[in-house]
């Protein structure tokens, strides 16, 4: 030991919450604790005997072997005491106590979290994506395509068999340029609701509305799009953007502290948005690689973003603005259309 050194306090017995005033000394290797209410009573204890906790606010918890708790002011009185008592403070609470060691400690906390966000989430939702095996993963789709059949949410195309043939003439090739040949099965279907659009699902279902081969001039632009899809169900998009939602909501959740939050909902659509333009990006250069492959071009996937782009400007979807991208961005699920177009239009020169 040090010295001797001693230090007032308030005793808690654990049965009630009234205290009582006592001194605790410091002499040779124990502690003396006597107590100053007029009954001369002490005690004294094996100084290792004693747990002290990190210092939080202005006093200090010391607990005794026997259940009761001590708290003693924070000050030079309670400093001398611990220096005396030979106590080592753990590091944690070293460099707490170091404003320069917490701001390391920060920096490095920010450092780790962003690469947690921007790579360590991503991969692990890769991981976990290709990891499901096929059928799991196909049985998804089915049960998915039921629901959206059962609730109409999309309809019996309306495209005759002809045009289905056309269309599927102009896909095959590009189905059988893909170096991995996942199974990929090809609806039409008639989505009001939804307008012209395509979709993948993560067991290789693709999804065509009437709406969007409406739209388009050939079915080679039609093809186009179904190449970008190709690239959905190729990365496994769909899976991967389920498990990434619901780490980032676990994190948000433990980070806020309320699952209900508004705040965590609003985190999660926010912090996810950016692996979903991400997912596009690549579905976009996995299409202009297989049109490329099939000696046609990229920029028939810009011609159609462009046109649909123009056909929701048009019926008040979106603005001018919006389509140009802007502040939106950063909640967009998708890249600004002028972006996608400019690196499909580089692909067609490369």
Known sequence: MAGQASVEGRLFDGQSSRPTPVRLTVTGT????????????????????????????????????DGRVCEVPKGAALSQFLAACGHR???ITVWQGSGLRVLIALMVLAVVGF??????????????AQALPDSAV?????????????IDFLKPTQLSDEQQADLRAAIAPLMAARERQIPVTLHFRSAPQVGANAFALPGG??????????????????AAVVAHELGHVRHRHGLRNVVQASILAAVVTVWTGDASALATAGASVLLNSAYSRDFERE??????????????????????????????????????????????????????????IERLRRASEQ
């Open 115 to 128: 690469a947690g966000y921007r790579w360590g989430v991503p991969l692990a939702a890769k991981w976990i």
């Open 89 to 91: 403070e753990r590091a």
């Open 283 to 340: 579905a976009d250069d996995y299409g202009a690689d297989l049109l490329k492959k099939t000696h046609q071009s990229p920029m028939l996937l810009a011609e159609m973003l462009d046109a649909l782009t123009r056909q929701a400007i048009e019926e008040g979807d979106l603005t001018e603005d919006e389509a140009d991208g802007h502040w939106s961005d950063y909640v967009a699920s998708h890249p600004p259309t002028p972006e996608r």
């Open 138 to 150: 196909e049985m998804i789709d089915k049960q998915f395509m039921v629901s959206l059949d059962k």
């Open 205 to 222: 279902t693709v999804v065509v509305t009437d709406e969007l081969v409406k739209l388009a001039q050939t079915p080679e632009h039609v």
């Open 30 to 65: 124990g502690v003396d604790v006597v107590w100053l209410d007029g009954s001369d009573a002490r005690e004294r204890y094996v100084v290792n005997a004693l747990s002290w906790h990190e210092p939080l606010g202005a006093t200090r918890r010391l607990d005794l072997p």
